[in-house]
């Protein structure tokens, strides 16, 4: 019995692609799980997995407390959004990037997204609103990000855990071109997240325009 690839029908209806995958794409069998390593952030998992035509690999990946993330587009107007300079360890560098943090135990994402807003850029969100979820590198990691657009902002710092203190910025959201040529701003997800953002403010534009007419 041979499976066509999926149409470009199906790519157009979500519930469509859906019962097409699961009609060709049977998840493997966890034949065997163990941690490999531990430390005060980070559990190494391997997997051990027998794939629907026969074969066995084995994978490993990063766990952790899995309590959620948040990364905000915050804009202070409706043309510039506010970026962070902090201190990445994975690069021994400082990085431009989106305010983002974990949620805490009892937090919805909207309280998290405002209180670290509060955190790292000395402002709260009258309106927040959820964007889009993102992930990074699922092969090796089950990580995911909740973005979230804040507008309305008003000034309010709370305390964070930053080891100092993190430096705003303001940049105009449709100078995303200029901001990819520079060497400090590469984080995959603060990219997404801020074109995703600019085309739900130009869709929205562009939808207010055409109840005027």
Wanted: proline residues 7%; charged residues 30%; hydrophobic residues 40%.
């Amino acid at each position: 019995m041979s499976t066509s690839p999926p149409t470009r029908d199906t790519f157009n209806h979500p519930e469509g692609a859906s019962a097409k995958r699961s009609g060709y794409q049977q998840k493997p069998q966890i034949l065997a799980r163990k941690s490999v390593a531990q430390s005060r952030l980070f559990q190494i998992e391997s997997l051990d997995l027998r794939f629907s035509n026969g074969e066995e690999r084995q994978f490993e990946r990063l766990t952790g407390a899995d309590r959620g993330a948040v990364m905000m587009v915050a804009m202070p107007d409706p043309d510039h959004v506010l970026l962070i300079r902090e201190y990445a360890a994975g690069f021994e560098d400082y990085v431009l990037t989106l305010p983002k943090g974990l949620v805490d135990p009892g937090e919805d994402i909207i309280t998290a997204a405002n209180r670290e807003l509060m955190e790292e850029c000395g402002v709260g969100a009258h309106r927040i609103e959820p964007l889009v979820e993102l992930s990074l590198a699922p092969n090796y990691m089950r990580h995911r990000m909740q973005v979230l657009l804040a507008t309305d902002l008003y000034p309010k710092r709370l305390p964070g855990d930053e080891p100092e203190p993190l430096i705003v910025e303001t940049h105009a959201i449709e100078e995303l071109p200029a901001l990819l040529l520079r060497e400090d701003f590469h984080e995959a997800r603060a990219i997404a997240a801020l074109y995703i953002a600019r085309d739900r403010l130009r869709e929205e534009k562009r939808n207010s325009a055409t109840d005027l007419l």
